[in-house]
T-cell receptor, first 109, second 113 residues
Framework: KNEVEQSPQNLTAQEGEFITINCSYS?????LHWLQQHPGGGIVSLFM???GKKKHGRLIATINIQEKHSSLHITASHPRDSAVYIC???????????FGTGTSLTVIP | NAGVTQTPKFQVLKTGQSMTLQCAQD?????MYWYRQDPGMGLRLIYY???????DKGEVPNGYNVSRLNKREFSLRLESAAPSQTSVYFC????????????FGPGTRLTVL
């Protein structure tokens, strides 16, 4: 069972391109999280959102609660954006987080 | 602020050996988590602690035990390691349970031979 599905699994882009990563989930949630995992393995939180849209610099995250779908956008992509992006949801029943398998992004100069 | 720290960073065990993975956070967070990350799979919850003195099983608890020693520390113990426990282990904490932003430790890469 996959409570969280991400697409695409792998993505290669040219520097400067606009990038979209999608996340769909099947459980009721309290919040959705976008995480970034760099090649060294460390994981950092990019966004936590439960409605609407958030923006940090060149990154934008949106969520549609009715459709159970979220997108992460990167504008003017840069090689330093190369990483694995992980979508996670906090369940609204119990004390559980569910994680997608990640989208591996490579941005070529 | 060190955030979330984990020790060790790397470990190699033989089948049947035991070890404890240590995790500590200095952000005064209530909730702490242990996950494992395997190739091709998302992070999976092993155990969870909502507060000092409480622990709950996650998705994959078999073969593991945990201790929430105090508010800062949450340890994960493998009593008799098996090759299937070869994985990267992450500890995380949140201020407000599953509604809070998660802060992750740097991970422990464990190999069981």
């Amino acid at each position: 069972k996959n409570e969280v599905e991400q697409s695409p699994q792998n993505l290669t882009a040219q520097e400067g391109e606009f990038i979209t990563i999608n996340c769909s989930y099947s459980v009721g949630i309290s919040a959705l999280h976008w995480l970034q995992q760099h090649p060294g393995g460390g994981i950092v939180s990019l966004f936590m959102l439960s409605s609407g849209k958030k923006k940090h610099g060149r990154l934008i995250a949106t969520i549609n609660i009715q459709e159970k779908h979220s997108s992460l956008h990167i504008t003017a992509s840069h090689p330093r954006d190369s990483a694995v992006y992980i979508c996670a949801v906090g369940s609204n029943t119990g004390n559980q987080f569910y994680f997608g398998t990640g989208t591996s992004l490579t941005v070529i100069p | 602020n060190a955030g979330v720290t984990q020790t060790p960073k790397f470990q190699v065990l033989k089948t049947g050996q035991s070890m404890t993975l240590q995790c500590a956070q200095d952000m005064n967070h209530n909730s702490m988590y242990w996950y494992r990350q395997d190739p091709g799979m998302g992070l999976r919850l092993i155990y969870y602690s909502a507060s000092e003195g409480t622990t709950d099983k996650g998705e994959v608890p078999n073969g593991y035990n945990v201790s929430r020693l105090n508010k800062r520390e949450f340890s994960l113990r493998l009593e008799s390691a098996a090759p299937s426990q070869t994985s990267v282990y992450f500890c995380a904490s949140t201020a407000r349970d599953r509604e809070g932003e998660q802060f992750f430790g740097p991970g422990t890469r464990l190999t069981v031979l």
